[in-house]
């Protein structure tokens, strides 16, 4: 290979507008960063050279005589579905912005043009094409039908609960799956139901703390007519609709104890009645209920019934965080991202490494669910067919940066006082049980420090720990300690400024 033939490529620029004087100056102000600067009069005389060879980048002015700026970008992006076009107008209104991101613009520029700004969009979006084309992406491992069931993973963790759920399908047993918010409990729920053998009857599934006390029990066991203001007729509730087949009781732990004592009646008897009603109705239901709280402590608190509790808890199946399970970060992106192909119609089909490696490293306290919601958001904004690191949602990306940023100065937190004494190995003070107490402990502790003031020593533990709790999430971690998030960041700013001082 010749040393030419290894130098860098000289990014091309694409100028089109039919003012003269404005592809002029925007070129000399291009040019001066050494891009080689094609110029075009008309729409259609850009798409011509277009069709010659794909520019890196193009500079388009939305009104022009002829064929206008938008027609342009979509003759543009037709030809080259990847090439990055960056609208100019001098008409800054909201719905000029809204037209050029909707048809698919990197971005838009005021006229008169401000140079350090063309400057930095330009090399903005030369470093994105730059991505694009280098980004490998996360390589789907599995095909879509293999994701029928709709719970994806391979780690340790998900493999016991998928044995779990093998285990249960053969049998009518009932099954309290438990788990933090956001990690596919009704998934897996439909999932020991499609494999049992009531899964040609029908599955219903009730959230028990979305349905107001007072409704909940006709929800469940139906009503006669006139037993409360508003029953007009007769209903069936979901327990008799249910009769041979599955019913998914979610949030079980935010029912109220009057109802507990009727659903244990059902678990014990398998029968119901209506309220309002003296007929006693046998129903076969299967029920599988879920929870993301602690019912053990409930149990001991008397706000759940013991008695319910065990027979809800015959099986039990804990469902991990996604903490929990990392690895398996990239194959529910892979899964997410084919759903929103044949859902949402969206071109991202990947992920840049770089970007998934920020999405495991998130502590993800919302779980899947926030991780969908993340993707989808990513998938929206992404100018190409590959998520980058800044199509990601901010505080994701802050949650991360704080989480390494705030590592150091932890680590380098000053050596904790030792108190001399005559003993060759004196034992450390003992941290007073009461409030009071332990806050004078720290008091004098922290005085003989004289490297820094009380307050900023206490400060910066209190916020190192905050920090650490939520995994570098700053909104949970500024609500703990009682600040906004906008403070929490400037004093993370202070303590990544003293580590690297350090």
Excluded at 1 to 11: E, F, L, N, V
Excluded at 165 to 171: L, M, R
Aim: proline fraction near 4%; aromatic fraction near 6%; charged fraction near 25%.
């Amino acid at each position: 290979m010749t040393a030419d033939s290894a130098a860098p490529k000289t990014p091309t620029i694409l100028i089109i507008d039919d003012d003269e004087e404005i592809r002029y100056s925007l070129g000399r102000v291009l040019g001066a960063r050494q891009y080689r600067i094609v110029e075009a009069g008309s729409g259609e005389e850009g798409i011509a050279l277009a069709k010659k060879g794909a520019p890196d980048l193009v500079f388009l002015d939305i009104r022009m005589g002829g064929m206008s700026g938008i027609e342009t970008l979509q003759h543009l992006r037709a030809l080259h579905p990847h090439l990055l076009v960056v609208l100019m107008t001098a008409f800054g209104t909201a719905q000029t912005a809204i037209e050029a991101m909707k048809f698919g613009a990197f971005d838009y520029v005021m006229k008169p043009f401000d140079a350090d700004k063309v400057l930095a969009i330009a090399e903005n979006a030369l470093k994105t094409k730059a991505d694009l084309q280098t980004a490998a992406g996360y390589k789907p491992k599995v095909k879509s039908e293999d994701y029928k069931e709709g719970i994806v993973g391979s780690s340790p963790a998900m493999q016991e609960v998928f044995k779990v759920i093998g285990q249960v399908t053969a049998s009518d047993v009932t099954v309290l799956i438990s788990g933090e918010s956001g990690t596919g409990k009704e998934l897996v729920a439909r999932c020991i139901y499609q494999h049992s053998h009531r899964s040609s009857k029908a599955f219903m599934a009730v959230n028990c703390a979305a349905i107001p006390e007072n409704l909940i029990e006709s929800e469940l066991f139906g009503h006669e007519r006139g037993s409360f203001t508003g029953a007009t007729g007769q209903r069936s509730g979901k327990f008799e609709l249910c009769d041979g087949g599955t019913l998914f009781l979610d949030e079980i732990g935010d029912m109220s104890l009057a109802t507990q004592t009727k659903i244990l009646r059902v678990l014990q008897e398998g029968e119901i009645q209506r309220v309002g009603g003296t007929e006693t109705i046998n129903v076969d239901v299967r029920v599988i209920a879920a929870t993301n709280r602690d019912l053990e402590q409930m149990v001991k608190a008397k706000t759940f019934r013991e008695d319910l509790y065990y027979r809800l808890n015959v099986v039990r199946l804990r469902l991990p965080g996604l903490r929990e399970r990392t690895g398996d970060i990239p194959q529910i992106v892979d899964f997410m991202l084919q759903m929103l192909e044949k859902t949402k119609k969206t071109r991202v089909r990947k992920v840049a490494p770089e970007a998934m490696d920020v999405l495991v490293r998130y502590c993800w306290p919302g779980n899947v669910r926030e991780l969908e919601n993340a993707i989808y958001r990513s998938a929206v904004i992404a100018q190409g067919d590959t998520i980058l690191v800044k199509d990601l949602p901010v505080e994701l990306r802050e949650a991360v940066n704080a989480a390494s940023g705030v590592a150091a100065p932890a680590a380098a937190a000053p050596t904790p006082v030792v108190v001399t004494a005559p003993a060759p190995a004196p034992a450390a003070p003992a941290v007073p049980a009461d409030l009071d107490g332990a806050l004078d402990f720290i008091y004098q502790r922290l005085s003989a420090d004289k490297a820094e003031t009380i307050l900023e020593r206490l400060e910066r533990e209190m916020i190192v720990r905050a920090i650490k709790e939520f995994g570098g999430n700053q909104v949970r971690a500024s609500e703990r300690l009682g600040i906004t998030r906008a403070t929490l960041r400037k004093r993370l700013d202070v303590l990544r400024g003293e580590a690297s001082a350090e």
